[in-house]
């Protein structure tokens, strides 16, 4: 059963997943292009004391691209399960209706999660490549809180679609853009990382709501 | 059950975004950004004089003892720091207690020094590499050494940022000039300024794995290492240097026990600044130097506080200003009704995330039983079962928020 | 006792309530679909047959009252007891994004007792190859997709949503073979929704008809012999109302059609009573639409 629901999301998504590891790779390598000629344009002395002492974050390009990435996935996975009310044909699946749920969610997410990794490499490679370690040992607490906006805004995405009423949509929306917001609050390098251990309760807590979404969803006419 | 602990999920977040973002788009819309008070000791008034903003440009000058000033009254009560009007209108050299101060004597004579909480080590993320100035006297400016170090278990490593790799023969006379002097790696705090935007450069101060402090410089590419006398019993929390012409400290070393020290220029000979329930954790303190005294401002969220030395640093003189909120107290209240608690991340004594929960205060309480009332008192709709123990509680425990929250999130 | 009912019922509708944007549209529906037989719902657009497919698929958690299927309640039904139950959603509903072999492969995994040879069976006739994409296929070659997946699932339930929507006659045929000799296994019970009401004379064994909230269940062999359609020629310009006698009145030119439960002495004899002439009434063959229209009206 698992197998097909993998298979199923996988069939779903790999279009979307080729476009997104695409656009991902490809904002990597213009950060790699950018941080390369700045080196070249200012001395590199300049570019370091920018990156360590002023703080800047050569590679935030990226985190806007994280989170469209698991808008787009999120979207992948369950519009088409919308329209022409086909999630139907899942729900009756003889599988829990919340291990469905998991199970999908998962897979977007697995896949989600493997592009953000790949973002991570190469975007650790990269500084690691121009600057001594201890720069590139940031890249990691500094996009960690990124990937977690991505996880909310994919778990957001997914309510928000399955929701059957308008004023809970919108409702959801604000909630879910203020905690996404949350995770891109601050400047410079690790600057959240004081504050993941509280955040980090955000990410079951964005998980488990989908459940209920997806019980309104099926029992109010899927 | 399940299905229970999923809309709970959703209660709580919806909870935690609200309580995130409403109070902080309140604030934006109606709260006075106050800003920092400023405040001095005006040599000519022998007493302190102080610059409070209420916000939207408008500004509250008024000393010690009430007397309120306009900006030019201000600034005239303050000739040390506003020199310049003087100057202008050409009242130089001007006489202050009896004595006589030309520009150069006033300029000479003043010096400006900060320790801002969130720029302390620990109060804000910092990668441990730093450029070493080289110093050449031959040079006008201090160029941008093009290697920054790092301190290690071994030695002193230098990186050099054009080929990112390391520079093992500065490493090698670096680490053995520190070894030589005594140095026991690795370092456990490093204190320098970072830029070359300075009259000169004093190199950093570093303290050791057992508590020397060394004053590191590098001459003509050479490596200058003092150990310094300075005990290695005191808790540092932070070396925080200042390069000024006047040369009378190289700066100050900040102590766990509330204790701010300052390095003797020369002789490395502490002073510790009488300046009493200072926490450099938490507040920001400025000496302000000018040639006839020395004023130490600290100050935190409540209140800003400055004390007078004379030129020998004994204490002549204290203020306690308490920062007013200008906000209108009715948009207090309502603040408070409205919002049982607030969650932010921001400090402003931090440089970093620093999750704070802050009640809203007693009218919180008359808030809640308003969400409460209204809460049984929404008219019920078929489908929804309205009143539940789990709802109850997130009204009673998070007022508006809770109120929202189970509204929109209905029980059905 | 209750236990022995439920198995004997594959479906079982008690006091069934619901409503929807406040405008109540059952308030006690009471019915059953005994196992083994093969039950059509008619009912006109806006009576509120979805809203019961809805519930009996699971779709909907009524207000109040029960709907079992299979002996647990429909909205809640336990993957295993939705294991011996096949659903086809209106629109002939399946993965457009997969091939037929995808499909295949998809549900093989769902279904333990998966038959892929009944699949093949089906889809094969359409001489279309396995990599060939759902969403390529016309609406009757995605029905048999949709007819071989739930057929290969060997349910024991088989809950059809208009399966003819969209189909052509030979389409619509190629179900009624299969339904046919799915409920000749044995035991098999299907509940069927069609907009082509003649099918459902050629598939159904029961019949209940919703209208305005409210059922009439119906044996097809006994609702075909008691309901009868009349004749008569008139050349009165007044109308026949209908009544507790006449169920439904059709006028085409002269020619009067009524529909009753009455026999044909009976209907002359109201016919007289409200003063018109139907001297020459006689009883019409009638097909199932002819009843559907009889009874539940034109609109």
Redesign the interface.
């Given at each position: 059963?698992i197998?097909?629901i993998m298979?199923?999301e996988w069939?779903?998504l790999k279009w979307f997943l080729y476009g997104c590891l695409l656009l991902n790779i490809g904002v990597c390598f213009k950060i790699l292009l950018d941080i390369r000629q700045r080196l070249h344009a200012e001395h590199a002395e300049m570019v370091w004391y920018q990156a360590i002492h002023l703080h800047s974050v050569l590679y935030q390009d990226i985190r806007f691209v994280i989170l469209a990435t698991s808008l787009v996935l999120a979207a992948a996975q369950f519009v088409?399960e919308m329209l022409?009310?086909?999630m139907?044909?899942a729900?009756?699946?003889?599988?829990?209706r919340n291990r469905l749920v998991t199970w999908s969610m998962l897979s977007g997410l697995l896949f989600f999660s493997f592009v953000t990794l790949a973002d991570w490499l190469f975007v650790f490679s990269t500084i690691r490549f121009y600057f001594p370690e201890e720069v590139a040992a940031v890249v990691l607490p500094t996009m960690l809180p990124w990937y977690l906006a991505g996880v909310v805004g994919y778990c957001a995405t997914t309510c928000i679609l399955l929701e059957t009423t308008r004023s809970r949509r919108v409702f959801l929306s604000i909630v879910f853009t203020i905690v996404v917001s949350i995770f891109f609050s601050g400047h410079g390098y690790s600057w959240l990382v004081p504050a993941l251990p509280l955040l980090i309760v955000c990410i079951p807590l964005s998980l488990l709501s989908v459940y209920e979404s997806a019980r309104r969803f099926?029992?109010?006419?899927? | 059950m399940f299905q229970q602990i999923s809309r709970i999920s959703i209660l709580l977040l919806s909870v935690f975004a609200l309580s995130y973002g409403l109070p902080g788009l309140f604030d934006k819309v109606f709260l006075h950004d106050a800003g920092n008070p400023l405040l001095f000791y005006s040599p000519l008034k022998e007493q302190f004089i102080y610059r409070e903003s209420l916000g939207g440009h408008q500004f509250n000058y008024r000393d010690e003892s009430g007397t309120d000033y306009d900006r030019a009254g201000f600034e005239a009560q303050l000739p040390f720091f506003y020199y310049k009007n003087l100057e202008k209108k050409k009242k130089l050299p001007v006489t202050v207690q009896g004595q006589f101060f030309d520009k150069k004597a006033i300029k000479s004579g003043k010096q400006g020094y900060e320790v801002r909480s969130r720029h302390l080590a620990g109060n804000y993320p910092q990668i441990a590499l730093y450029p070493l100035f080289n110093n050449n006297p031959e040079l006008p400016i201090i160029p941008f050494p093009e290697d920054v170090f790092r301190f290690t278990d071994k030695g002193m490593e230098f990186i050099s940022a054009d080929f990112n790799r390391i520079d093992s023969e500065l490493t090698a006379s670096f680490t053995a000039a520190l070894a030589a002097e005594g140095f026991s790696f690795p370092a456990t705090a490093i204190g320098g300024k970072t830029t070359n935007l300075k009259p000169f450069d004093e190199g950093y101060f570093v303290r050791d794995s057992k508590g020397y402090i060394f004053h590191i410089k590098r001459v003509l590419n050479q490596p200058v290492v003092v150990k310094t006398p300075i005990s290695s019993e005191l808790d540092v929390v932070a070396l925080i240097i200042s390069e000024n012409r006047r040369k009378e400290f190289y700066g100050s070393i900040l102590t766990r026990e509330s204790g701010i020290y300052l390095i003797g220029w020369n002789d490395y000979r502490l002073l510790k600044l009488p300046v009493e329930n200072y926490d450099p954790r938490a507040m920001d303190l400025k000496l302000l130097v000018t040639p006839l005294s020395k004023t130490v401002v600290i100050g935190d969220e409540e209140v800003v506080r400055g004390t007078v030395f004379d030129q020998e640093y004994t204490k002549t003189r204290e203020y306690t200003l308490n920062r007013l909120d200008r906000t209108p107290a009715l948009i207090r209240i309502f603040r408070q009704i409205l919002f049982p608690f607030h969650i932010s991340l921001n400090d402003p004594y931090r440089g970093k995330a620093s999750p704070r929960f802050t009640f809203g205060g007693l009218w919180s309480l008359l808030g809640v039983v308003v969400a409460l009332v209204t809460f049984y008192f929404v008219p019920k709709r078929?489908?929804f079962k309205q009143v539940g123990l789990i709802d109850s509680l997130v009204v009673l425990l998070a007022g508006l928020y809770g109120l929202l929250s189970v509204l929109m999130i209905r029980r059905e | 006792m209750e236990r022995n009912t439920q198995e004997k019922n594959a479906i079982e509708v008690n006091h069934l309530c619901h409503?929807y944007n406040?405008r109540m549209i059952y308030e006690d529906l009471n019915f059953s679909v005994p196992q083994g037989s093969i039950c059509g719902l008619l009912g006109k657009n806006g009576q509120g047959k979805t809203t019961l497919v809805?519930i009996l698929?699971?779709?909907?958690?009524p207000?109040s009252g029960t709907c079992l299927v299979l002996g647990e309640e429909s909205?809640a039904l336990s993957?295993?007891t939705?294991?011996r139950?096949g659903?086809l959603?209106e629109?002939h509903?399946?993965?457009?994004?997969?091939t037929i072999a995808?499909t295949e492969?998809?549900?093989?995994?769902?279904?333990p007792d998966w038959n892929p040879d009944l699949f093949y069976n089906l889809v094969d006739r359409m001489k279309l190859p396995h990599n060939h994409k759902v969403g390529d296929m016309s609406c009757g070659q995605r029905s048999q997709v949709v007819l071989g997946v739930i057929m290969a699932q060997d349910p024991d339930l088989l809950i059809l949503d208009d399966y003819s929507m969209g189909l052509d006659a030979g389409y619509r045929r190629l179900f009624l073979d299969v339904l046919h000799d799915f409920n000749s296994m044995g035991k098999k019970t299907i509940f069927v929704t069609s907009h082509i009401v003649q099918d459902l004379e050629l598939l159904v064994d029961t019949m209940i008809f919703i209208n305005q909230g409210e059922i009439m269940q119906t044996g097809l062999k006994d609702f075909m012999r008691d309901f009868k359609k009349y004749s008569f020629i008139t050349d009165e310009s007044s109308s026949i109302l209908e009544d507790d006698f006449i169920t439904g009145v059709e006028r085409r030119g002269d020619t009067v059609t009524i529909y009753s439960f009455h026999d044909l002495r009976e209907v002359k004899g109201h016919l007289e009573d409200i003063g018109c002439n139907g001297s020459d009434l006689k009883r019409e063959s009638m097909s199932l639409e002819d009843g559907f229209i009889g009874l539940m009206g034109k609109y």
């Open positions: 059963m197998k097909s298979l199923k069939l779903k088409p022409g009310r086909r139907r044909i729900l009756h699946l003889p599988i829990g099926q029992q109010r006419g899927a | 078929r489908n | 409503s406040g809805n698929m699971g779709f909907l958690k207000i909205h993957p295993r939705r294991n139950v659903l959603h629109g509903l399946a993965y457009e994004f997969m995808e492969q998809f549900f093989r995994g769902c279904y």
